[in-house]
């Protein structure tokens, strides 16, 4: 189309007018963020609209909507594969499905780490925000010149990251707030993450529970473990001590890589000495523990249960679902997908700590035959579908270090539906999963 | 079905289906505080943008019988990729901002809705300049500043996808 005398003489004036704001959010709110940095020096008014929280929230809603489609935003933690640049030195980051295509996100580096020792672990992701957890297996002492450089000091590393403004912060380190002995027991550690954003949509908490021995001077047959908090605000910028504390009795062990974070809420499985086992959950908003009861038929460990020690919870509509093998009268195993629900009707009193006890009623709500999934290994979800990795060419690697190619594929119990979203993803192993959406936001 | 009369600022008439032209918002008020038998004059709006608003009108109502769904009502994805296949074609930058512009003013929103996102899809592989040419945004940074910026995010001025 041929710009006429008359629509040269109207661009004039309509740019003469400028475009209006409302217009301007509306278009760059579609933009990625690459092109959003680009553009700060655009104009300075420019800067200021893109950097204001009201525009950073647009944004982010768009982006959000748009992930909600058939196309998953993920982001992996996957070993070995995919952390080596062409000159083959080895890298710490994620790597990022989206468009069903996978890129490589390095982490930004540290001073200080050695790579080769170093381990990552993916703590969530919300709101474009990444939490990673690091640790140096090597640099477990400093010298005391270095003891006020957060970063060359560190056993472990917290670090909030954006990855697509490529913005990062160390957190400082937390304080316990418990005797030396204690301190030297303490195992456990599990850490949650939520953006909570009543008021400023670039706040988050994040918090870490550990446990240690009971805090009763009298109990020196390790009766009672004790899980306590703490958290870490980013508007104040500091740790501090959550008032709440589980005493929980008869403590075995706890199961750190089958924690999630649902809804602000933290689940985790504990398992008693009598082998009973329980969920237990901190709430990041309300800063409260509880223990949650299971329903019978799954609350006593069976030693060869690999799923309640390793399968991590997974989430069903929001809400923390357990996974668990049983057998149908023929003798061939299903896979069970036990839902808590979350009414307000479920029971729940006070033991004698003052801690919470809920005996919410479970559902099964998923039944699936073994034979189904068989080969596959389950790695997380993507809303109400189940993410697996083709184990099955694994088993072929033998003795080698050559990592066969996964396929990563979406599964919908519902439908009873299997999609295959990566093909031959070369040398990657894909262990976590989160979801994850571009923003702006800061760290 | 009733049509409705529309004036545009050069001169021209066109006659819009009542149910249509009551999408926008600006004509619809006219409607409200005049009889409906009088022309709607939009001196802000241009002969070719009524020819390709109107456009837009007819290919929805097409695309509502073919999917069987209201678009007015719904945001549809696979309505956005028919749409902008059709109307990405002819239109320069220049002419896509005008548009965006009179409907904005017109007050229609799905297809303002649908104008922005193809306004974005123009613009996000563009440099800064031509950005500001397009938008007819002062450049009102001093060299140093500018430099700054560009120094903090050196990458998101790179990449293969950047038009020059």
């Not at chain 1, 957190?171 to 550690?189: C, G, M, R, W």
């Not at chain 2, 509502?64 to 990405?88: I, N």
Request: hydrophobic share 35%; proline share 4%; aromatic share 10%.
């Amino acid at each position: 189309m041929e710009t006429s005398r008359s629509q040269v003489v109207e661009l004039s004036y309509t740019l003469a007018l400028g475009i209006p704001e409302n217009i301007l959010v509306e278009i760059l709110s579609k933009l990625p963020v690459k092109s959003l940095l680009r553009f700060l020096c655009v104009s300075q008014e420019w800067h200021a609209l893109t950097k204001s929280s009201y525009f950073i929230a647009r944004h982010l809603v768009h982006h959000s909507s748009c992930s909600d489609q058939i196309r998953p935003c993920l982001l992996f933690l996957s070993s070995l594969a995919g952390n080596f640049e062409d000159d083959c030195k080895p890298r710490l980051g994620f790597s990022l499905l989206r468009d069903e295509e996978i890129t490589f996100l390095g982490l930004p580096s540290l001073p200080n780490l050695t790579i080769k020792t170093a381990a990552l672990k993916l703590v969530g992701s919300s709101n474009g925000l990444v939490f990673c957890h690091v640790i140096d297996t090597e640099n477990w002492t400093s010298t005391t010149e270095e003891k006020h450089d957060i970063a060359s000091r560190f056993r472990e590393l917290l670090l909030v990251w954006n990855p697509a403004t490529q913005q990062f912060r160390c957190l400082p380190e937390p304080k316990n707030n418990i005797s030396l002995e204690q301190e030297e027991e303490a195992t456990s550690v599990l850490f949650a993450f939520d953006c909570v954003h009543d008021h400023d949509i670039s706040e988050y908490k994040l918090v870490r529970v550990f446990s240690h021995g009971s805090d009763d001077p009298t109990d020196h047959g390790k009766e009672v473990t004790t899980f306590e908090a703490q958290v870490f605000i980013r508007s104040t910028n500091s740790w501090r001590q959550v008032k709440d504390k589980l005493a929980f009795p008869s403590y075995k062990s706890c199961f750190e890589s089958t924690a999630t974070t649902l809804n602000g809420v933290l689940y985790w499985k504990v398992v008693q000495k009598s082998d009973e086992c329980y969920v237990l959950s901190f709430s990041l908003h309300e800063e409260v523990f509880s223990i949650i009861q299971l329903p019978i038929c799954i609350r006593y460990l069976n030693r060869d249960d690999y799923n309640w020690t390793t399968v991590p919870l997974y989430s069903w509509k929001d809400s923390p679902a357990i996974v668990v093998t049983d057998y149908s009268a023929n003798g061939n195993p299903n896979i069970v997908f036990w839902v808590m629900s979350t009414n307000e009707e479920s029971k729940s009193n006070t033991n004698e700590s003052g801690t919470q006890m809920r005996t919410p009623t479970w559902v099964q709500q998923v039944r699936l035959k073994y034979s189904v999934l068989d080969g596959f290994g389950m790695i997380g979800r993507w809303k109400d579908q189940f993410l697996f990795t083709s184990k099955k060419t694994n088993e072929a690697a033998g003795a080698t270090d050559d990592i066969e190619p996964e396929d990563l594929f979406l599964y919908d119990p519902r439908s009873d539906t299997k999609r295959k979203i990566v093909k031959h993803a070369v040398r990657i192993k894909f262990i976590q999963v989160e979801n994850y959406v571009e923003s702006l936001l800061p760290v | 079905m009733k049509k409705i009369s529309v004036r545009t600022s050069d001169g021209q008439e066109f006659e819009l289906e009542e149910n249509l032209a009551m999408e926008s918002a600006t004509i619809k008020t006219s409607l409200d505080a005049f009889s409906r038998d009088d022309i709607i004059l939009l001196p802000n709006v241009n002969s070719w943008e009524m020819v390709k608003i109107i456009e837009f009108f007819t290919k929805v109502q097409e695309l509502e019988t073919k999917f069987g769904v209201k678009f007015m009502e719904k945001k549809e994805g696979r309505f956005l990729e028919a749409f902008q296949a059709e109307f990405d074609k002819d239109l320069s930058d220049d002419n896509l901002y005008c548009l965006l512009w009179t409907v904005d003013y017109l007050g229609i929103e799905v297809l303002l809705e649908n104008l922005c996102h193809l306004m974005a899809e123009r613009t996000k592989n563009k440099t800064v300049e031509s950005c500001r040419n397009l938008f007819g945004v002062q450049h009102d940074y001093t060299p140093e500043e500018e430099a700054e910026i560009r120094e903090d995010y050196s990458w998101a001025f790179e990449g293969p996808e950047i038009e020059e």
